[in-house]
């Protein structure tokens, strides 16, 4: 029998195949009865290019069994203005030109979240989110991102995290799936409840301040987010 840790710890760079493995059988798992389709080998290769990709800018957690084997995550990537977002990709929405009434400070993308659907842990959900938003609740001016399953905005909605929807929802890896914002007032709360759920050490992290680049500040006007 396996035994699931109950602390995340963050992803190396050499086992993020793993995460786009686990990442998208758990997705089908969870919305098509364990059925995959031929070309979900497709998906994997594009989610590993696409977070390596990303890796200097990203943190990943992940909860592992007594065997090395992932059962929950999620990453949280800082913006850097230039690399294109799943939500770019996706839906087509440039974050800058969806702000609207809100003085930004940073940009992040909270995606790749999945549970193993046997796991036994309750709290692995708050877990993984306290490690997610930690650094969008640095700084009250701080936005973020996501891609999020029908049901799974039901559940974030009933925990008390505010989520806006930002445009209409298709169909990936085997659900509906909405794009989202998450503002810091709409965060914070969450948080707070919840971050004794993880180490501090866990939350201290890595993705620090940077400046917006020149190509994307115009003087005297204000990006802002509008909720949908």
């Known amino acids: 029998m396996n035994i699931e840790r109950n602390y995340p710890t963050n992803l190396g760079k050499g086992q993020i195949l793993d995460l786009a493995k686990f990442i998208v059988t758990e997705n089908f798992k969870h919305h098509s009865n364990n059925v995959l389709p031929q070309n979900y080998e497709?998906?994997?290769n594009a989610i590993h290019e696409e977070e390596i990709k990303y890796i200097d800018n990203s943190e990943i957690f992940v909860v592992k069994n007594d065997t090395d084997e992932i059962t929950g995550a999620i990453r949280v990537l800082k913006w850097n203005y230039s690399d294109v977002?799943?939500?770019?990709k996706i839906f087509g929405i440039n974050p800058l030109?969806?702000?609207?009434n809100y003085n930004v400070n940073e940009i992040f993308h909270i995606g790749r979240f999945a549970i193993q659907k046997e796991s036994k842990d309750v709290n692995l959900f708050k877990?993984?989110?306290?490690?997610?938003?930690?650094?969008?609740?640095a700084h009250k001016g701080n936005i973020a991102f996501a891609e999020i399953d029908s049901k799974l905005l039901r559940v974030l909605r009933l925990l008390g995290i505010k989520?806006?929807?930002i445009g209409e929802s298709i169909e990936y890896l085997g659900s509906e799936t909405i794009p989202v914002a998450f503002t810091y007032d709409g965060l914070i709360d969450f948080f707070n409840k919840n971050k004794s759920l993880v180490s501090q050490e866990a939350l201290a992290s890595s993705l620090v301040s940077t400046e917006l680049p020149e190509s994307v500040v115009s003087e005297n006007i204000e990006y802002n987010y509008s909720l949908v």
């Open 42 to 44: 497709d998906d994997i």
């Open 85 to 88: 977002l799943p939500i770019q």
């Open 97 to 100: 030109l969806a702000i609207t």
């Open 127 to 137: 877990k993984l989110m306290v490690c997610a938003i930690a650094p969008v609740c």
């Open 163 to 165: 989520a806006s929807v």
